[in-house]
């Protein structure tokens, strides 16, 4: 089998309230065990370690690591009624939505952790 990308994991001392953020914005729910939890969604999950954990399995794992290290996109049908929802709730957004010269409506958000997330369309 080729490999074929399942999802990705995050880091973070935050992990209720990183999984809580991800499911709010992708309309999702967020299931737990300790120290993990993750965010089903069509075609990936998204996972997330303690850092603790993360050390215990892998020690020296986290070294030089920091949060707001990465960004993650998301594929959504509506950026604009996604964005008035998101703000009304208190989300930051970086980037109202914004229709790019390469065919992209985005709007950027920040994470608990100070990570960039884009949420996007095809125009």
Known sequence: MRPHFTGTSGITDGVPALAAFCARVLDAR???RRPFARVTVPGAV???FSTRSMESM???STAGAASGSFTVEFQVTDVDARHERLAAQGVEILEPPTTE???RRS??????DGNIVNLY???
Do not use: K, N, T
Not at 107 to 112: K, N
């Open 46 to 48: 998204l996972s997330f």
């Open 58 to 60: 892998v020690p020296g």
């Open 107 to 112: 709007v950027w958000l920040r994470d608990p």
């Open 121 to 123: 369309q095809e125009v």
């Open 30 to 32: 967020w299931r737990a």
């Open 101 to 103: 010269p390469w065919g």
